[in-house]
């Protein structure tokens, strides 16, 4: 007897919906996602938002980094590179929302081709400098260059709208957050199923391997860098428009550190663990913050104490925990956990 699983043919292992259930609890998910702005407190939806933004710049991330393996410590600077030029477009040339950020994407991306191609000879330690050093460039650009961005009094963006209809609230933005969520991760799981997305992993494994096979390291190490890019600067586009308001230190190279934390946490080489890790690290910090505030309840010498220095801090201890204790992540995690619901009443 055939088994519910059984798969005949490679196309139908590496399918996005192998079975009807996954089909039904997406369709469900998906629907209960609609309607949260229907019953959620606005702050909820205020951080539901933050975390689709940081959900799409990880996915990127996650993909130069989990799947192709080239490390990157400059991942802030292809978000700010969207958000300004967003910010750029939509207050000086008056072009809509529906333009801007697809150009953001698009510009951060190229400044990612030509990020990729110097950087082709470079692994480890020093590909990681010198992502790095092209982050402390683009922020000091964005800082300096003040006839363009304003420099340290930052941009006021005017409020999106669509088809004629105003954006300006947390409600109807979470919609567009969530289409953009929704199709990026669509497109980066087809991604990693495709000729382009083996080629990346074969990379990752083993360069040298994949080279003598056929893999073309030049053309798929840039692409990889573009669309890593690309996704970096959607999500900086979006953040414009959501918080109204740009600055120089929204950009900093914490911010690169904490789209790390994020795929390390949540689990590298996984479109799941990005969403996870986004997620998690967006609402870690009001945790940190109650706990704090607990803390100095009982504690009074710790009261008043809490400052960004604390989720720094508790962003470090994460990495290394994860990296000793589940180097897989929230990804590892939940795929035992799958496992065990799914193999029950039985332990193997």
Not at 77 to 87: D, M
Request: glycine share 10%; aromatic share 14%; proline share 3%.
């Amino acid at each position: 007897m055939r088994s519910k699983t059984f798969r005949e043919s490679y196309r139908e292992d590496i399918k996005v919906f192998q079975t009807l259930w996954v089909k039904l609890w997406l369709t469900t998910f998906v629907a209960f996602l609609l309607s949260v702005p229907l019953w959620a407190d606005p702050y909820v939806i205020y951080m539901i938002n933050l975390a689709g933004v940081s959900v799409i710049a990880a996915m990127g991330l996650n993909i130069l980094t989990g799947f192709t393996g080239q490390i990157s410590l400059g991942h802030s600077a292809f978000v700010a590179l969207g958000a300004y030029t967003s910010a750029i477009l939509a207050t000086r040339l008056g072009l809509p929302f529906w333009l801007c950020i697809p150009a953001g994407g698009g510009v951060a991306a190229f400044f990612g081709i030509l990020l990729g191609f110097p950087c082709l000879r470079l692994k480890g330690l020093y590909l990681a400098m010198a992502t790095m050093s092209f982050g402390v460039v683009i922020e000091y650009t964005v800082t300096h260059w003040e006839s363009m961005t304003m420099g340290v009094r930052g941009i006021s963006m005017p409020k999106a709208s669509l088809l004629g209809i105003s954006l300006g609230d947390d409600a109807r933005f979470f919609y567009v957050i969530l289409a953009f969520v929704l199709l990026l991760t669509l497109a980066a799981k087809n991604l990693v199923r495709t000729r382009v997305g083996r080629a990346f992993v074969a990379i990752r494994d083993r360069d040298i391997a994949a080279e003598v096979i056929g893999v073309n390291l030049t053309q798929y190490k840039v692409i990889s860098f573009a669309i890593s890019s690309f996704y970096g600067g959607v999500a900086g586009g979006l953040y414009s428009y959501y918080m109204g308001y740009l600055h120089p230190e929204n950009f900093t190279i914490l911010l690169s550190i904490e789209y790390i934390a994020m795929i390390i946490i949540g689990g590298m080489g996984s479109i799941l663990g990005a969403i996870f890790g986004g997620i998690f690290l967006t609402v870690i910090p009001d945790v940190i913050k109650a706990f704090a505030e607990l803390l100095g309840q009982h504690l009074p010498f710790l009261q008043g104490r809490y400052d960004e220095e604390w989720n720094i801090a508790t962003f470090g201890a994460l990495i290394m925990l994860f990296l000793i204790v589940e180097p897989t992540g929230l990804n590892g995690i939940w795929g035992r956990i799958k496992t065990c619901f799914k193999n029950w009443p039985f332990t193997y």
